[in-house]
């Protein structure tokens, strides 16, 4: 496993794990089955939202090279290959999602009509690759069936600070006058309402143009501090209003999270809105409803009420990034995940968390290749808790120390199902028809005559003989694919197995198993 996720995954290593899908055709040419089919299964009830679903998932991140690509201005071709190697790394390792940085710095992966190309895909901002980025990148997500979350930072202009570098096309280079230098970077100044309309803009025109899954944005807004005031007096003189300049900047990235929620949701119901805030809200030394921790405060430092935006359902999902180990004496991770389980406690929002993958390595606590592997094993002490995702793809491609590895071994064995969002609408589409398992040299071939409305279908298999309908087990699941059919590979030779396929729209709503269907697999 570790020379896999070192080297990259080939074909030949994903159908190891059993999970290479077919096109509609491997189920026989036969039609789809229509909504209001008559099921094989009546008499079986379709399989609940179980513990046993997770979100699994890893940023991709574009800015600077971090993760992809690595050679910006290379040729397409070459940075194709390099994504499809992460993407089969996040498939290998039994992954449901990637989260990929798509607007990194006012900038686009994707034709925009209000920001120009970004400079991290071909070198040089406003410079067309030559293809569709985020058709491209899309494309092959769904293909492994991993959900897209498209990843955007609202107020990031650029990592120097001279706004003349730009490219003509930039909105920060038109309206010089939206910009503040903070730091050794240039952000878009929060307060004003033309930024909240660009950024707005920017997230709809993907949102109605492409078929994401979800938006998400990261942590990043106000800037974290480098020493002196953020530079916005005279835009908080022309529109604070007399409030408390804090609290005049909360209200202002409320207004853009609150608004955005709204727009998303009414053009598309069933994409999501996440986001991935700073591990503390506030520390209980400052206010009685926060973490028992003594570290940088989402509140206070980026004016990010991440807390409100949970209680007032803006967020569809929210993952902390809670980069610190069990028993950190500033941050304990343990303290976190209880405090942050107990926000999302009694609401529709989801909660996933943001994995330290990078760091693994960089201290005495993080040389151990098990520290992340303990994080998970704790999560499972709280149900609120939907999954985890890893910072960075890079860095669970390196697997140093063996820690990816680990973690698949501890807690990714087998596919999973990512949970329903709560609210977003959807229905589970009828189930599927002509189950049918056949033997061949590579091992036994499963396939299925497809569902009408259908996302995805689960693969679950059976020891024995136990051919008819019958409940799934989560425990049971091989696969979760697009298309018409698997090949299983880890048939043991000679054993009796029988599989059952269900079916699942985009929002993992799931339907009654179909008949199971029973096969000797063939003896090497």
């Not at 977003?424 to 009408?452: C, F, I, L, Y």
């Amino acid at each position: 496993m570790a020379a896999a996720l070192t080297a990259g995954v080939s074909a030949g290593a994903l159908a190891a794990c059993g999970i290479p899908a077919f096109g509609e055709r491997e189920a026989g040419g036969r039609g789809p089955v229509p909504p209001g089919a008559k099921a094989e299964c009546s008499e079986v009830a379709a399989p609940g939202d179980s513990r046993g679903r997770q979100l699994r998932g890893m940023w991709i991140a574009t800015v600077g090279g971090i993760d992809w690509p690595k050679d910006a201005g290379g040729s397409a071709a070459g940075q194709k290959k390099q994504y499809v190697k992460l993407l089969d790394t996040a498939a290998a390792m039994n992954m449901n999602a990637v989260f990929v940085q798509i607007r990194p710095n006012s900038d686009a992966f994707y034709d925009s009509p209000y920001e120009p190309w970004s400079q991290w895909i071909t070198g040089t901002q406003g410079k067309d690759p030559g293809y569709d980025v985020l058709a491209f990148m899309l494309k092959e997500a769904h293909a492994r069936n991993l959900e897209f979350h498209a990843w955007f930072n609202p107020y990031r202009v650029s990592r120097q600070g001279d706004v003349k570098k730009l490219s003509p096309e930039s909105p920060a280079r038109q309206h010089p006058d939206w910009v503040r230098k903070y730091g050794t970077g240039l952000w878009y100044d929060p307060g004003l309402p033309q930024v909240r309309d660009l950024a707005t803009k920017a997230v709809m025109d993907v949102v109605t143009k492409y078929d994401i899954d979800a938006v998400h944005f990261d942590d990043y807004f106000y800037p974290y501090p480098e020493g002196g005031e953020f530079p916005d007096g005279a835009t908080y003189k022309a529109h604070g209003n007399g409030m408390d300049r804090g609290d005049w900047r909360r209200k202002n990235v409320d207004t853009l999270v609150e608004s955005l929620s709204e727009k998303i949701h009414d053009a598309k119901p069933w994409v999501r809105f996440g986001i991935s805030p700073f591990g503390v809200w506030r520390n209980k030394g400052n206010d009685p409803a926060g973490s028992s921790t003594r570290a940088l405060q989402s509140y206070d430092d980026i004016y990010a009420d991440t807390r409100k935006w949970i209680k007032k359902g803006w967020v569809d999902y929210v993952t902390p990034q809670l980069y610190w180990p069990i028993g950190d004496p500033r941050a304990d991770y343990a303290e976190l995940v209880a405090w942050w389980a107990a926000q999302v406690k009694g609401t529709r929002v989801q909660l996933t968390i943001g994995q330290a993958a990078y760091r693994v390595g960089a201290d005495a606590t993080w040389k151990k290749p098990a520290e992340l592997s303990r994080h998970l094993t704790l999560n499972a002490k709280y149900p609120q808790v939907r999954g985890d995702v890893f910072f960075s793809a890079s860095d669970i491609a390196a697997n140093r120390r063996g820690f990816a590895a680990r973690l698949r071994d501890d807690h990714y064995a087998r596919p999973a199902i990512a949970p329903v969002p709560a609210g977003r609408g959807g229905a589970a589409p009828p189930p599927v028809h002509d189950t049918a398992a056949v033997t061949e040299d590579k091992g036994v071939r499963v396939t299925w005559r497809p569902s009408q409305g259908a996302a995805s279908y689960a693969v679950y298999r059976v020891d024995g003989a136990a051919p008819g309908c019958a409940p799934v087990d989560p425990g049971r699941l091989i696969a979760d694919v697009r298309g018409g059919g698997i090949i299983d590979p880890s048939a043991e030779p000679g054993r009796a197995y029988t599989y059952y396929v269900t079916a699942l729209d985009r929002l993992h709503h799931q339907s009654a198993p179909g008949r199971g269907a029973t096969v000797n697999a063939p003896k090497g």
